[in-house]
């Protein structure tokens, strides 16, 4: 069937529980868009180290696939890298931190927020502010970073905060303020941008029951976190999160939050792990547009015909369970975290993924 609302009507109405022509969909490719610019050649480090060719990215990435969101996602070392840490960029994939900036407890005190105006802080910035003017009157755009303490991982290891959570508390706190404080910056940046994303994502990836209990989230999170997201809204953008862990918060997240989407992946072999239906009949899409749940991998090592099979499973879910449930459009069809970006991803199945939902997505009850 062919669309008959454009994907802004679409993404407002999903937003709010309105009925929709088809469920909107997004699968989270964001680096991997880059190969659809010109040649097809651009490498990581200059999609991630070039404004313009970051913005470019999203651009092609909209015309080849024709997506109902653009969400400015980088990498997640953005800011550990500016805070000092090394970052490994290879040609062609994720760039990782390799050498930690905080390697004893003294050096928890010493991170200092860095100069926005410079460093891949920068580039984000700027390369946000590029493609939200280009693709802000045809999707609606968010801005996406890191959240304190998955910014603190980042910079120190995870494997060290987590100790020192325990061991060093106080020092870690006040790593977590200079982590809010950055955020805030950007935050302040983004929305002063001339293309102000309409939405803005944070990374809360540790709200995860498989690492921290609620009292500890809270403690090590929430606290800077309700903040935050306050000053998202107060900036006049959407508060939005994307958690890819096997147990989220949920309750947390999207319950006391509030975000208008929550991006959120789904391990059918963990157990607890909550899947689409239970999400919904759980009553987490009430209020919040919850996105997913495609394992990203199938993107990598799927055909065409399995992942038009998965996704159409996918969408015969998520419409008994919002039936069930009395819900009109508060799922939107995509992957639990980033389509990798790596040259091996297949294209195609990032289109198979998007037209299967233009075909199959319609919702009746
Ligand atoms: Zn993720």
Redesign the pocket.
């Known amino acids: 069937m062919a669309d008959t609302m454009n994907h802004i009507e679409r993404d407002v109405a999903a937003l709010s529980n309105k009925p929709v022509d088809r469920l909107t969909t997004y699968p989270l490719a964001m680096g991997v868009c880059r190969r659809c610019v010109g040649d097809g050649k651009m490498t990581y480090r200059e999609w991630a180290s070039d404004p313009k060719k970051f913005a470019s990215g999203f651009v092609a990435g909209q015309k080849a696939f024709d997506f109902d969101f653009a969400i400015g996602l980088m990498d997640l070392s953005v800011m550990a890298g500016d805070l000092g840490a090394h970052v490994r960029m290879d040609e062609q994939n994720t760039p990782f931190v390799d050498k930690t900036v905080v390697n004893n407890p003294e050096d928890y005190e010493k991170l200092r927020v860095p100069d926005i105006r410079q460093g891949r802080s920068h580039v984000l910035l700027e390369g946000t502010s590029l493609f939200v003017q280009e693709l802000g009157s045809q999707v609606i755009t968010a801005a996406f970073l890191e959240g304190p303490l998955l910014a603190l991982t980042q910079s120190a290891s995870a494997e060290k905060v987590f100790m020192d959570m325990v061991n060093n508390r106080s020092a870690v706190h006040k790593a977590l303020q200079t982590m809010t404080d950055y955020d805030v910056e950007m935050v302040k940046a983004f929305a002063a941008l001339k293309g102000k994303p309409a939405g803005f994502v944070w ?1 809360y ?1 540790w709200g995860n029951y498989s690492c921290l209990g609620d009292q500890e989230y809270e403690e090590f999170e929430s606290q800077y976190a309700r903040k935050l997201n306050k000053l998202v809204a107060d900036n006049g953008m959407a508060m939005c999160i ?1 958690n ?1 862990a096997d147990l989220p918060h949920l309750d947390t997240q999207i319950t006391a939050f509030k975000p208008a989407i929550y991006s959120m ?1 789904y391990y059918p072999l963990i157990p607890g792990s909550p899947s689409p239906k239970e999400t919904i009949a759980k009553g987490y899409a009430d209020n919040c547009l919850i996105g997913g749940q495609i394992d990203p991998q199938l993107f990598v090592r799927g055909s065409v015909e399995k992942m038009e099979a998965t996704t159409m499973k996918l969408i015969a879910e998520v419409k008994t369970a919002m039936c069930q449930r009395g819900l009109h459009s508060k799922y939107c069809i995509a992957s639990g ?2 389509v990798p970006p790596s040259v091996t991803t297949k294209l195609d199945n990032i289109k198979a993924c998007v037209d299967t939902v233009k075909k199959y997505g319609q919702i009746q009850c």
Do not use: N, T
């Open positions: 990374d990836l994307h890819c992946a975290c980033e």
